[in-house]
T-cell receptor, first 113, second 115 residues
Framework: QQQVKQSPQSLIVQKGGISIINCAYE??????FPWYQQFPGKGPALLIA?????SEKKEGRFTISFNKSAKQFSLHIMDSQPGDSATYFC????????????FGTGTRLLVSP | DTAVSQTPKYLVTQMGNDKSIKCEQN?????MYWYKQDSKKFLKIMFS???????INETVPNRFSPKSPDKAHLNLHINSLELGDSAVYFC??????????????FGSGTQLSVL
């Protein structure tokens, strides 16, 4: 049972364009939603995260939009750069004191020069 | 000065063998994890230890046995390796207090290939 559904599976964006990756979750107990970025041969690294008390969080060119009623959240990468080419994972967890992240299936982003 | 280091990076072995993957973190974190990433890049938690005690054990076959000699180390031993065990295994760590600092720090992964 996939608790966090992510789309698209892959994405090609021109340099300078906007990359948008979407996730939907099922468990209404989830209250922490991070995005991880993974480069080939490396482990995932936290990019940005949001809690449901806000609808948007921005850090530099990266923005998370969160829609609690629809149980959806998305990552927007503004002015996408070739260096942003990586696999992006959304995730969710319940804040029980220990992290048990449930990951989405990943989106492979390629930013063409 | 690597934060979470795991060895080996690559592990190629025959079916039926027993192998171990070692993980060490120098971040002073109390909690450590093992995640499995399959060929489709799907990441799933296997185990979590807090201060040497097992706190999360997903539905992982008994052939997989984590061992935490101290809170800075979490090793993964796999008995009777099967073809389906081929994957990338990631070690990770996080601080105890997830409310203040929820960040997971991942190692670079161990690519296990079972022939």
């Amino acid at each position: 049972q996939q608790q966090v559904k992510q789309s698209p599976q892959s994405l090609i964006v021109q340099k300078g364009g906007i990359s948008i990756i979407n996730c939907a979750y099922e468990n209404t107990a989830f209250d922490y939603f991070p995005w991880y970025q993974q480069f080939p041969g490396k482990g995932p690294a936290l990019l940005i995260a949001i809690r449901p008390d806000v609808s948007e969080k921005k850090e530099g060119r990266f923005t998370i939009s969160f829609n609690k009623s629809a149980k959806q959240f998305s990552l927007h990468i503004m002015d996408s750069q070739p260096g942003d080419s990586a696999t992006y994972f959304c995730a969710a967890s319940k804040d029980t004191g220990f992290q048990k992240l449930v990951f989405g299936t990943g989106t492979r982003l390629l930013v063409s020069p | 000065d690597t934060a979470v280091s795991q060895t080996p990076k690559y592990l190629v072995t025959q079916m039926g063998n027993d192998k171990s993957i070692k993980c060490e973190q120098n971040l002073g974190h109390d909690t450590m994890y093992w995640y499995k990433q399959d060929s489709k890049k799907f990441l799933k938690i296997m185990f979590s230890y807090n201060n040497k005690e097992l706190i999360i054990n997903e539905t992982v076959p008994n052939r997989f046995s984590p061992k935490s000699p101290d809170k800075a180390h979490l090793n993964l031993h796999i008995n009777s390796l099967e073809l389906g065990d081929s994957a990338v295994y990631f070690c990770a760590s996080s601080p105890r207090d997830s409310i203040l600092n929820e960040k997971l720090f991942f190692g670079s992964g161990t690519q296990l290939s079972v022939l």
